[in-house]
């Protein structure tokens, strides 16, 4: 399979404890991003990657959130001390920057639940 | 202000006819691209259509079709000849200037196809 994948699927948790998730992303995509979805909300961004470099950040990504990408490939979000409303579906797409439809191809996402 | 508004949080559809699905946008940029995604309930997002803001004829991919009104800032989805298999949500999204390389997307329209 050459699409996006992220693990885990699914992740329950308790409060004030950190969770990762990992992406790894289409092999020559440089771009990577990272949302978050509600229940009955479409995806929200949080963060995005050109190759190594994290370039934008939403003010939904608090301080006890952090995105690397090293060297380029996969990435990891990371989120600290896990309060309830951070239960959520954590989506991962991925894209060929410099193309006219950029089009960004979405995985399979890790719902997050925090009791 | 909303970006991208879909005013049809649920929508039904005799299998084998047409259905459209509504989408319209908020954008004071000239070039801009418009997506539609579809999400079973399985959770990954797919990509189903693209419809640039200089494109000057309807983005067609098999059975899906975009109705694109610029003057009206409108982006609907036509899915003809529905399958049981179209029941998802379905997420219009829009990259522009000023949202960068980040998506901005509707809340969503959930289809479901009636045998």
């Known amino acids: 399979d050459t699409g996006v994948s992220q693990d885990p699927r699914h992740k329950i948790t308790k409060r004030g404890q950190n969770v990762t998730f990992r992406c790894d992303p289409i092999?020559?995509?440089?771009?990577l991003y990272w949302y978050r979805q509600t229940l009955g909300q479409g995806p929200e961004f949080l963060t995005y990657?050109?190759?190594?470099?994290?370039?934008?950040k939403s003010r939904l990504l608090s301080d006890r959130f952090s995105a690397e990408r090293p060297k380029g490939s996969f990435s990891t979000l990371e989120i600290q001390r896990t309060e309830q409303g951070d239960s959520a579906m954590y989506l991962c797409?991925?894209?060929?920057?410099?193309?006219?439809?950029?089009?960004?191809?979405f995985g399979p996402g890790t719902r997050l639940l925090v009791l | 202000a909303q970006k991208i508004t879909q005013t049809q949080p649920g929508m039904f559809v005799q299998e084998k006819e047409a259905v459209t699905l509504d989408c319209t946008y908020d954008?004071?940029?000239?070039?801009?691209?418009l997506f539609w995604y579809k999400q079973p309930s399985s959770g990954e997002m797919i990509f189903l259509i693209y419809?640039?803001?200089?494109?000057?004829q309807n983005a067609t991919e098999g059975r899906y079709s975009l109705n694109f009104q610029k003057a009206r800032k409108s982006a609907n989805l036509v899915i003809s000849a529905s399958q049981l298999g179209d029941s998802a949500m379905y997420f219009c999204?829009?990259?522009?200037?000023?949202?960068?390389?980040?998506?901005?997307f509707g809340t969503g329209t959930s289809l479901t196809v009636i045998p």
């Open positions: 419809q640039g803001s200089y494109d000057e």
């Open positions: 990657f050109q190759n190594e470099a994290q370039l934008e």
């Open positions: 092999s020559e995509h440089n771009r």
């Open positions: 797409a991925s894209s060929l920057g410099a193309t006219r439809v950029e089009t960004q191809y």
């Open positions: 954008t004071s940029d000239q070039s801009y691209g």
């Open positions: 999204a829009m990259r522009d200037g000023n949202t960068g390389n980040q998506f901005y």
